[in-house]
């Protein structure tokens, strides 16, 4: 059903230094990085889509974060959401609320938030329930 997220910065180099790691741990592999046209993009080990891709804004303008605007990254485990946060502040973002589970949205909803170096907002989640450990 998507195609493709699309997140705005103002320095394509810094951005994906940022975000490289963090969609590797989601198993997720770099399809292009042009840091002459401001692009970048990422795709699933396994698919072509969806696409989650980083530019320079089309219009010359500075990026900006939309106001509610937000992209929610899903995660095979909450292993995963607690080690995309701390490694997402550990390169510069900052925190808009720790990996905890949040009840209101369904019992098993595990996630957490944080902004990038150009403050958009991101979420990495999980709707699994926690994983038991074997007798």
Same mark, same amino acid.
């Given at each position: ?9 103002? %320095?394509?180099? #810094?951005? !994906? $230094?940022?975000?490289? +790691?963090?969609?590797? &741990?989601?198993?997720?592999? /770099?399809?292009?990085? %042009?840091?002459? #046209?401001? !692009? $970048?993009?990422?795709? +699933?080990?396994?698919? &072509?889509?969806?696409?989650? /891709? ?5 219009d010359?303008?500075? $990026? ?29 973002g ?30 990495v ?11």
């Amino acid at each position: 059903m998507i195609s493709h997220v699309n997140v705005g910065t103002n %320095d394509i180099v #810094a951005a !994906q $230094a940022f975000y490289d +790691p963090l969609m590797v &741990r989601l198993g997720w592999r /770099l399809r292009f990085f %042009d840091a002459p #046209a401001g !692009q $970048a993009g990422w795709q +699933p080990a396994t698919g &072509r889509f969806p696409l989650f /891709l980083l530019c320079r804004p089309f219009d010359g303008g500075p $990026a900006v974060p939309g106001n509610g605007a937000m992209v929610a990254l899903l995660a095979p485990d909450r292993a995963s959401v607690d080690d995309i946060h701390r490694m997402a502040l550990a390169a510069g973002g900052t925190d808009e609320g720790g990996p905890g589970l949040r009840p209101h949205y369904h019992p098993n909803y595990y996630g957490a938030y944080f902004r990038d170096l150009d403050r958009n907002k991101i979420c990495v989640c999980c709707h699994e329930p926690e994983e038991t450990a074997a007798p």
